[in-house]
Every structure is written in C-alpha cells, then in structure tokens.
C-alpha cells in the first residue's frame, strides 16, 4: 500500500474513533469540529462559512457558479469566505460520512505570512472563495496528528492549536494557498470584499445598498461588483437574500420563530415577498421547510 492509501485509511479511522455521534460536533481544540453523517443528504441550499474542510470518508459536492467542487477522501475544500451555495452528500450506514472542519481566519492567516516573512504580494487575479485540492502526504500527515490529539483532552490542549496552525500552513503552501494568502492582504480586492462580507453578516437585517457596501470596500460600485462576482459567483443582492433567507431558516428550525417574525428578523418588510422568495429558494414553504430541516441533518 503507497504512502497515499496509508493515509486515507488511517485517517478514516481516527475520525471513525473521534466522530462517534451522528452530526456535527465540536471537539477541545478551538475552531475544530468532526461530523458522522449515516446516509445520503439530497442537493440543497446551504451557506458555508471560512473553513479547511477534509473528508476522509464519503463524498461532499458543493455547486456554486456552474461549478461543482467535490471533495472527498483524496480532495479537500478550502473556504475563504462565507458562501451561500448547494450541497449534496453521500454516505450509508455502512460508510458513513466522516469529516474534520478547521476553521480558518484572516488574523492566523496574516500573523503566519509574517512568521514565514513572506509578505502576501497583490494578486495576478481575484481568486473564488472556494477552491478543492488533491490532499497531499504532508497535509494527511497533520491531519492526522491533530486527530490524534482529539482522542486525549491533554493532548488536544496542549499540541491542538500548533497542529492546527501547522495544518493552515500546508494549506498555504498548496496548490490553493493564494486565496487564503489574499485573505490576509488588506488591500487586496479580494479581502475587501471578505471584509465587506463579514460586515454583511453581522448586520443582514440592515437595509443594505450595493453603493453602500462599495463604500465599505472602498471601491467603485463597478469595481466592487465585479469583485464581488468573482468572489462569491454571486451578485452583492443576490448574496444578501440568499443570506436573509437562510438565516430565517435556522431562527424558524432551531429557535421557534414563526414565518412573520422571522422574516421581520432578517430584515423583510412584507411577510408575502419572503414567503414567495423562501419556496422558490428551498422547494417548500417557511413552516414546511422548517420542519424537514429539524427532521434532517446537513452538513456544510
């Protein structure tokens, strides 16, 4: 068996000792968290957040902008932004899928270049925010430290965080690194709108502009939407909506919203307009899709 295989195997059994609950859950290292899910999750809506996802397991496609990102035992994802777009999974009881997510941000992301003393330069191009990669033996390497370390509360308290750090650190020097290195540029195109997007979700209720959200780029509304489009496959309104409408969602599955009160929530001012947006989005309406989102699970 090649250095490759050993890999693989090993890593779907130290995920299948550490995710031993169904769903996703958090682990003692900060930012980490494993998920075991045991059957096949039909294409839907999702939003992904900034994340270095590793399937060791199973099978993850993403669909965004025409494109389908699989990642699976021998191709990781890395998010650089939050990105509404759609997910299928597959799996069975008998594979079950089994995933490790390392959250990944700008500031470890820019105090690591310095470290490298490898200032990020500018960009050749505004580079997506989702890219999948060929895993390599270095990055399985890491992996499987920080797996090892799950298993011991010691251990993941005191080696947790640098194999983590270690793990973002073969990211960058991937095939892929150049997005998270853009993450860290300030004035890059691409981090002004990262910033912009983490303006947007802390605030999607607000009565957002595209004018207003260039002037929080600093860009012109053309520069700024074009960027914009680069980066998410989306439109800077289309991006809003899709985010309004999934975080209705949750307010309504986890925390017992009714259909009006969440639509006021995330910032809709007439209930109809949101009810017809939500079916067209999500196949079903607000109090349907409700219920089938608390009688499922999906994993981003």
């Known amino acids: 068996?090649?250095?490759?295989?050993?890999?693989?195997?090993?890593?779907?059994?130290?995920?299948?000792?550490?995710?031993?609950?169904?769903?996703?859950?958090?682990?003692?290292?900060?930012?980490v968290e494993v998920a075991r899910v045991s059957g096949p999750v039909?294409?839907?809506?999702?939003?992904?957040?900034?994340?270095?996802?590793?399937?060791?397991?199973?099978?993850?496609?993403?669909?965004?902008?025409?494109?389908?990102?699989?990642?699976?035992?021998?191709?990781?994802?890395?998010?650089?932004?939050?990105?509404?777009?759609?997910?299928?999974?597959?799996?069975?009881?008998?594979?079950?899928?089994?995933?490790?997510?390392?959250?990944?941000?700008?500031?470890?992301?820019?105090?690591?270049?310095l470290e490298m003393d490898e200032p990020s330069p500018p960009a050749a191009s505004t580079p997506r925010g989702i890219s999948c990669t060929p895993m390599s033996e270095e990055l399985g390497g890491a992996v499987i430290r920080l797996l090892e370390c799950l298993r011991d509360p010691l251990d993941s308290r005191m080696l947790g965080r640098q194999t983590v750090r270690e793990i973002v650190y073969r990211v960058l020097l991937g095939e892929q690194g150049g997005a998270l290195?853009?993450?860290?540029?300030?004035?890059?195109?691409?981090?002004?709108?990262?910033?912009?997007?983490?303006?947007?979700?802390?605030?999607?209720?607000?009565?957002?502009?595209?004018?207003?959200?260039?002037?929080?780029?600093?860009?012109?509304?053309?520069?700024?939407?074009?960027?914009?489009?680069?980066?998410?496959?989306s439109s800077p309104l289309q991006y809003l909506k899709r985010i309004r409408l999934d975080r209705a969602k949750r307010l309504m599955a986890h925390d017992g919203y009714n259909a009006g009160t969440a639509a006021r929530a995330v910032g809709y001012e007439s209930a109809s307009q949101f009810s017809r947006e939500f079916k067209r989005l999500f196949g079903a309406t607000p109090v349907e899709e409700a219920e089938q989102t608390r009688a499922r699970l999906v994993v981003g």
């Not at 490759?4 to 290292?29: C, F």
């Not at 999974?89 to 490790?100: G, I, N, Q």
């Not at 912009?196 to 860009?219: C, F, N, T």
Request: include cysteine; aromatic fraction near 8%; hydrophobic fraction near 45%.
């Open 181 to 233: 290195r853009a993450l860290a540029n300030r004035d890059d195109h691409f981090a002004r709108i990262a910033r912009v997007l983490r303006q947007i979700h802390a605030d999607y209720a607000r009565p957002w502009s595209v004018e207003e959200m260039a002037r929080k780029g600093g860009m012109s509304v053309a520069a700024f939407h074009n960027s914009f489009k680069l980066v998410t496959a």
């Open 42 to 113: 039909p294409r839907a809506p999702v939003v992904y957040q900034p994340k270095i996802l590793i399937v060791a397991q199973g099978r993850k496609r993403a669909y965004l902008g025409g494109e389908v990102y699989q990642y699976d035992p021998f191709n990781y994802l890395v998010l650089t932004v939050p990105l509404p777009a759609e997910c299928e999974t597959e799996a069975s009881a008998e594979e079950p899928l089994l995933l490790v997510s390392i959250h990944v941000g700008p500031a470890m992301v820019g105090e690591m270049l």
């Open 1 to 31: 068996m090649d250095g490759q295989a050993d890999i693989r195997k090993r890593l779907a059994s130290l995920l299948d000792e550490v995710a031993v609950h169904e769903g996703v859950h958090r682990t003692p290292v900060e930012g």
